[in-house]
C-alpha cells in the first residue's frame, strides 16, 4: 500500500539557520504530495502542496519539490525561525479517488533563539 | 471564516465506558473526516463523508466505533465501550468539493482511557 516515511526527529535548529526535513514517498500511480503542520495545541495545517512531478510548492518560506525519480518531497527553509518550531508532516493522496490522506510520523523542529 | 470546531478538547474516561466526539465542519463543505492519531504518529482515517454518506469506512472499528452525519452538517464520532488502547486524539478534518485533497483540520479531541 501506499507509505510516506519521514526523517526522524526532533530536530533542533538556531534561529536563522537552514532546514531540511526528508520525506520519502512510495505509492501506485502518481499522487499529490502535502506539507501539513501542528502548531502546539492546534490542528494541522496545510503548508504546502504538489500535484504532479517536478512541480514545486511553497508557502511562508518554506519549499518543497515532487521528485519522481527519487520518489521524495522533501522540505527545506533557508532561515528558520522561532515561531516555526512545530510538528511537520509529509502526507500523500492516493489515486483513485479516495482522497485519503496517507500521512509520516512527523518530524518534532525546535528552533532556539 | 469560522474553522473546524471539535469538542470536547479533552476526554478522561474509565475503560469501558462509552465516549462521544463532535465535530461542526466549515460552512459549506460536504466532505467530513475522522482521523486517529497516536502518540508520536501521523493521523490515520477512521471514516469519510460525502454529505450524510459514510463513503470509506474501511479503518474504522466497527465492533466498537460508530459514526453518524445526521443531516450533512455536523458529525459524532462514538466508541462503546472505550479501551486502553484508544488513548489518541480524534481529529476531524472537512473539505470542499472540488477541492477534497485541501482538508481543513479541527484541533481535536485528546482522549486518555484509564
Known amino acids: 500500500g501506499n507509505s510516506v516515511t519521514q526523517m526522524e526527529g526532533p530536530v533542533t535548529l538556531s534561529e536563522e539557520a537552514f532546514l531540511t526535513i526528508n520525506c520519502t514517498y512510495t505509492?501506485?500511480?502518481?499522487?499529490?504530495l502535502f506539507w501539513y503542520v501542528q502548531y502546539p495545541g492546534e490542528g494541522l495545517q496545510l503548508l504546502l502542496k504538489?500535484?504532479?512531478?517536478?512541480d514545486k510548492g511553497s508557502n511562508k518560506g518554506f519549499e518543497a519539490t515532487y521528485r519522481k525519480e527519487t520518489t521524495s518531497f522533501h522540505l527545506e527553509k533557508g532561515s528558520v525561525q522561532v515561531s516555526d518550531s512545530a510538528v511537520y508532516f509529509c502526507?500523500?493522496?492516493?489515486?483513485?479517488?479516495?482522497?485519503?490522506?496517507?500521512f509520516g510520523k512527523g518530524t518534532k523542529l525546535t528552533v532556539n533563539p | 471564516e469560522a474553522g473546524v470546531v471539535q469538542s470536547p478538547r479533552y476526554k478522561i474516561i474509565e475503560k469501558k465506558q462509552p465516549v462521544a466526539f463532535w465535530c461542526n465542519p466549515i460552512?459549506?463543505?460536504?466532505?467530513l473526516y475522522w482521523y486517529r492519531q497516536n502518540l508520536g504518529q501521523g493521523p490515520e482515517l477512521l471514516i469519510r463523508?460525502?454529505?450524510?454518506?459514510?463513503?470509506?469506512d474501511s479503518q474504522l472499528p466497527k465492533d466498537r466505533f460508530s459514526a453518524e452525519r445526521l443531516k450533512g452538517v455536523d458529525s459524532t464520532l462514538k466508541i462503546q465501550p472505550a479501551e486502553l488502547g484508544d488513548s489518541a486524539v480524534y481529529l476531524c478534518?472537512?473539505?470542499?468539493?472540488?477541492?477534497?485533497?485541501?482538508?481543513?483540520f479541527g484541533p481535536g479531541t485528546r482522549l486518555t482511557v484509564l
Open positions: 502526507a500523500l493522496s492516493d489515486q483513485g479517488g479516495s482522497e485519503k490522506l496517507v
Open positions: 460552512s459549506g463543505h460536504n466532505t
Open positions: 478534518a472537512s473539505s470542499a468539493t472540488g477541492v477534497r485533497n485541501e482538508q481543513f
Open positions: 504538489a500535484t504532479k512531478a517536478d
Open positions: 505509492a501506485t500511480g502518481y499522487p499529490s
Open positions: 463523508y460525502e454529505n450524510e454518506e459514510a463513503v470509506d
